[in-house]
């Protein structure tokens, strides 16, 4: 590890701790912190200040985090929750963005805009459920209907693209890929079965033991699950996203009985308190800002694709749930369905490496998911607030439309075996 290296995990260290400062002082507005963590990324990296320089360590970092903040997302995934209608509308909406984001993406493809509408209506169809976590956890959006579709929304708008991802910017034959995926499946599956079954009271015993002692024994078997399944993922050649993902599923059924929320507030501590940060800090650090200025017309991309974003993702949610959701709520989870940002940052790196997107059209990408982040979010709350005039948790919660009933993910869940986080 050079001095170079050392002297970037310190800046990185800074504005880590910053960032959440500056987001408190935003008040009303409610800026995330994940906005300042990037936009302070930029000013300290090559193009701007220049003192900060992402090497081979702190892009192995990065990777890290990226990671980490998918088994995070896993990890949040509330299965029994989002059943039924939610994940089943869920699933008709990515299927709808995806057809429109080709429809789109072709157009601009025909016009020279583009080069492959594929990766362009990938990045498109992708929504961010790690990064929305903790803003509507800190916003108290989670409870109720409205939270459910939102979980729902999030978790195929981030597992979709990244099968997808496996699938088709593979370099292998569709067949070949579909095989290593299926495999890959069936293997986490298993694993999760296993971790869904009741534990033995000894093992229950024993990692209550160590909970809390210098061996971390819970923590570290949700390590070892976590590389086990992304080494799977890499050793089948698919995206290590998927093995982050499923590792975040598995750990959350293994994690079981009173110790529950103290394990997982461990991992949630290694990721938002470390790894994480160190993702969006350096994602603004490798923020390619001279792209943007390479053409006339790369600064007007910008708001185009931001647009797009919402097209593709917010039309869903507008036309799938007005017998759904009370009206108020439906603009602000077209907003929250269209905030994106870790999986553009993945699928246009990948297309600029193999020549499938052009270097100012990825940096537009990612800098319309920057302003996603940043916008959606807060004029979602705004919009709930106003409908309410109270805190936007009590709009999110809001009256169940007539004749919709209750669907099987707000139904508290029975118990069964040991207890569970929820």
């Known amino acids: 590890m050079t001095l170079s290296t050392v002297a ?23 800026i995330p912190g994940v906005v300042f963590e990037i936009a302070l990324g930029i000013v300290i990296g090559p193009a701007v200040l220049g003192v900060a320089h992402p090497d081979s360590v702190i892009v192995a970092f990065e990777d890290l985090g990226l990671s980490y903040l998918m088994f995070l ?3 949040e995934l509330d299965l029994p929750r989002i059943r039924g209608r939610s994940l089943k509308l869920a699933t008709t909406g990515w299927m709808i963005s995806l057809a429109l984001a080709l429809l789109i993406a072709s157009a601009l493809t025909a016009i020279g805009t583009v080069i492959d509408a594929i990766v362009m209506s990938l990045a498109l169809t992708t929504t961010a459920l790690g990064t929305l976590l903790p803003i509507l956890r800190d916003a108290g959006l989670f409870e109720g209907r409205f939270g459910a579709r939102v979980m729902a929304i999030g978790s195929v708008g981030e597992f979709a693209p990244i099968v997808a991802v496996a699938v088709f910017l593979d370099r292998r034959n569709p067949e070949t890929t579909a095989v290593l995926l299926l495999v890959f499946v069936v293997v986490a599956c298993a694993a999760a079965l296993a971790a869904a079954r009741p534990h033995p009271p000894r093992l229950i015993q024993l990692l209550h033991r160590h909970v809390q002692s210098s061996a971390q024994l819970p923590i570290r078997v949700s390590v070892l699950l976590i590389s086990s399944l992304v080494f799977l993922a890499f050793r089948l050649g698919l995206d290590v996203l998927l093995g982050s993902f499923a590792a975040g599923i598995v750990v959350r059924l293994f994690v079981q009985g009173e110790d529950c929320t103290i394990v997982r507030g461990k991992l949630e501590a290694i990721g938002f308190g470390f790894l994480v940060p160190i993702f969006f800090i350096v994602s603004g ?7 943007l200025f390479a053409t006339p017309t790369g600064l007007l991309r910008v708001p185009l694709f931001l647009a797009l974003l919402l097209v593709v993702r917010g039309t869903p949610a507008l036309l799938l749930h007005p017998r759904d959701l ?62 309410s005039g109270t805190h936007p948790a009590e709009a ?3 009256a169940t439309p007539r004749g919709t009933g209750q669907d099987r993910s707000e139904r508290p869940a029975r118990a069964a075996g040991s207890p569970r986080c929820t």
């Open 285 to 291: 650090m490798q923020f390619d800002v001279r792209a």
């Open 73 to 75: 997302a896993g990890v």
């Open 326 to 387: 009370p009206r108020h709520q439906l603009l602000p989870l077209a907003l929250f369905s269209a905030t994106g940002l870790p999986m553009i940052v993945v699928i246009t790196t990948i297309g600029v490496q193999e020549g499938r997107m052009r270097p100012v059209n990825a940096a537009a990408l990612v800098a319309a998911g920057i302003l996603s982040v940043l916008l959606y979010p807060a004029l979602a709350r705004m919009r709930l607030r106003k409908a």
């Open 396 to 398: 999110a919660r809001g």
């Open 8 to 30: 970037t995990l310190v800046l990185i260290g800074i504005v880590a701790v910053i960032s959440p400062v500056l987001a408190e002082l935003t008040g009303r507005l409610a």
